[in-house]
Nanobody, 117 residues
Framework: QVQLVESGGGLVQPGGSLRLSCAAS????????MGWYRQAPGKQRDLVARISTGGRTELVDSVKGRFTISRDNAKNTVYLQMNVLKPEDTAVYYC???????????WGQGTQVTVSS
C-alpha cells in the first residue's frame, strides 16, 4: 500500500523559509517522477514543482528562484525547500508521483503552510 506523508509546514513570516518533506512507503521514489502540489482555500490543487527519475526539476513560474525540489533516495523522501516565502504561497502542500498527472488517486493529509506577518 502506497503512503505519502507530508510534513514540515507551519506559520512563517514573509521572507522566511521552510523545508517540506514527503516520506514515502510502498513505492521507491527514485523510480517515479515526483511532484509537489498546493491547494489554497477555495482553489484547485495545482502542481508547484516536479522531479524526474533522472533528477531533472521543473517549477512553476511563481516559485522559480525561490523553491527547490530534491530527493534523498536513501531516505526515500522528496523535499521542497521554500525560501523568500510570500503570503500567496499560503496553502496546503501535498506530494504525489507522476510527471504530467498525479498517479495515485489517494492523497496524503498534506502539510499546511501559512505565510503571514
Amino acid at each position: 500500500q502506497v503512503q505519502l506523508v507530508e510534513s514540515g509546514g507551519g506559520l512563517v513570516q514573509p521572507g522566511g523559509s521552510l523545508r517540506l518533506s514527503c516520506a514515502a512507503s510502498g513505492i521507491i521514489v527514485s523510480t517515479y517522477p515526483m511532484g509537489w502540489y498546493r491547494q489554497a482555500p477555495g482553489k484547485q490543487r495545482d502542481l508547484v514543482a516536479r522531479i524526474s527519475t533522472g533528477g531533472r526539476t521543473e517549477l512553476v513560474d511563481s516559485v522559480k528562484g525561490r523553491f527547490t525540489i530534491s530527493r534523498d533516495n536513501a531516505k526515500n523522501t522528496v523535499y521542497l525547500q521554500m525560501n523568500v516565502l510570500k503570503p500567496e504561497d499560503t496553502a496546503v502542500y501535498y506530494c504525489n508521483a507522476g510527471w504530467l498527472n498525479p498517479i495515485f488517486a489517494s492523497w496524503g493529509q498534506g502539510t499546511q503552510v501559512t505565510v503571514s506577518s
